[in-house]
C-alpha cells in the first residue's frame, strides 16, 4: 500500500504539466489567433487606404476638368448681362413712376427707395437658400428665371396698357391715367426683379470663387482675383444700362428698353446655362441656425472651463469637415 500513496504526487504532478501544456497550447492558439486578426485588420485597412487613395486620384482628375477660369468667364459674362438687364430697371424708374404713372417726385423716390431695399433684403433669402439647401447653381439658376419673368410681364404691361399713346412719357407727351391691371401688373413685375437680382447677385459671386480650389496657391490667387473682376464685370453693366438703355428710355422708348433688357437677360441665363456640366459644385450644408445656437450654448456653459492646449483639442479625422458641404477649418493661433 506505500507504493500508491508515493505515486500520487506523481500523478498530481503529472496532471499540472498535462494542464499547463494545454494551457500553453492554448494561449498559442489564442495568440495565433489574434496574430491573425491583426492582420487581417491590417489588410483591410491598407485595402481601404488603397481604395480611398484611388477614390482621390479620381476625385483630382475629375476637378480638373471642372472649373477654373473659363468657366468663371461664363459667370462674369452672366454677372454683366444680369447687371445691364437690372438697372434697365432701376435707373429710369423715378421718371417713369413720375411720367407715366403720375406720381409726384416724392412718391416716386419714396417707392424707388422701398424698392431697392427689397433687393437687399432678398440677398438675404437667396444666400441662405444656396447654402443650406438648394446649393448655389440651382439658386442662381432660380432666380435668374425670376428676372427673366418680371422683366417679360413688365414689358407687356408697359405695352398694353401703360404707355397710352405710344412713346408717351418723353417729358414732352403725357400719358393717359394709367388702368388698375396694367399698374398691378407693372408693381408685380418690378418686385419679382427686385427678388430675382437680390437673389442672384450674392450666390453667383460665391459660386464663381467655387470654381477656383484655394488649397492650391494659384487657386488662392485666383479665387482674390475673382472677385475684383466680378466687380468689375458689375460696373461694365451698370456703365451700359446707364448710356444706352437710358437715351431710349428717356426719350420715351419706354418699352423698348425693358425689352432690350428683357433679352439681356435671357442671353445670361443661356450663358450660365452652358456650364451647367462642367462647373465645381459645393454641396448645401444645411440650416446653420442650430448650429450657431449650439455654439452659444456651449460657450455659455463652458465660461470657466480653462482654455484646452493644441494637442488637447479635437479634431475631426481626414480634410473633410463633419459638416456636409463645409471646409474643414484647421486650428490656428491666429485669429480666422
Given amino acids: 500500500m506505500a507504493a500508491p500513496e508515493d505515486s500520487i504526487p506523481e500523478i498530481e504532478g503529472k496532471a499540472y504539466e498535462e494542464i499547463s501544456s494545454s494551457r500553453q497550447v492554448e494561449a498559442e492558439i489564442s495568440g495565433s489567433r489574434q496574430v491573425e486578426a491583426e492582420i487581417s485588420s491590417s489588410r483591410k485597412v491598407e485595402a481601404e487606404n488603397i481604395n480611398e487613395n484611388i477614390t482621390d486620384g479620381e476625385n483630382k482628375l475629375k476637378s480638373k476638368k471642372k472649373g477654373g477660369w473659363k468657366l468663371a468667364i461664363l459667370l462674369l ?25 403720375g406720381h409726384d417726385n416724392a412718391n416716386a423716390a419714396r417707392s424707388v427707395s422701398t424698392w431697392t431695399g427689397t433687393v437687399y433684403l432678398c440677398s438675404l433669402i437667396g444666400a441662405f437658400l444656396s447654402d443650406s439647401y438648394w446649393g448655389r447653381y440651382l439658386t442662381c439658376a432660380i432666380f435668374q428665371l425670376i428676372i427673366v419673368l418680371g422683366l ?15 412713346d408717351c412719357g418723353d417729358g414732352i407727351r403725357r400719358c393717359t391715367i394709367p388702368s388698375e391691371p396694367g399698374v398691378a401688373m407693372f408693381y408685380l413685375s418690378i418686385y419679382l426683379v427686385a427678388f430675382g437680382y437680390g ?3 450674392p450666390t453667383l459671386a460665391t459660386l464663381g470663387s467655387d470654381q477656383f ?30 448710356t444706352i438703355l437710358v437715351y431710349y428710355e428717356d426719350s420715351g422708348k419706354w418699352t423698348l428698353g425693358f425689352l432690350v433688357s428683357l433679352g439681356s437677360a435671357i442671353i445670361a441665363l443661356l450663358v450660365y446655362l452652358l456650364g ?12 446653420p441656425l442650430p448650429r450657431v445656437a449650439q455654439v452659444f450654448v456651449a460657450a455659455y456653459r463652458k465660461w470657466g472651463v480653462p482654455p484646452a492646449a493644441v494637442n488637447d483639442l479635437y479634431e475631426v479625422q481626414g480634410t473633410e469637415s463633419a459638416i456636409k458641404g463645409s471646409r474643414k477649418i484647421l486650428h490656428s493661433d491666429d485669429f480666422k
Fill in 276 to 287: 451647367t456640366t462642367r462647373y465645381r459644385y459645393m454641396k448645401a450644408s444645411g440650416n
Fill in 152 to 166: 417679360g410681364i413688365l414689358s407687356l404691361a408697359s405695352w398694353l396698357f401703360l404707355l397710352k399713346p405710344a
Fill in 199 to 201: 437673389g442672384h447677385q
Fill in 77 to 101: 459674362v452672366n454677372q454683366g448681362l444680369a447687371t445691364l438687364a437690372f438697372f434697365g430697371l432701376g435707373v429710369n424708374l423715378v421718371l417713369f413712376l413720375t411720367r407715366v404713372l
Fill in 213 to 242: 480650389d484655394d488649397s492650391h496657391p494659384k487657386g488662392a490667387i485666383s479665387k482674390a482675383a475673382f472677385f475684383s473682376y466680378f466687380y468689375f464685370a458689375l460696373n461694365v453693366g451698370s456703365l451700359f444700362s446707364n
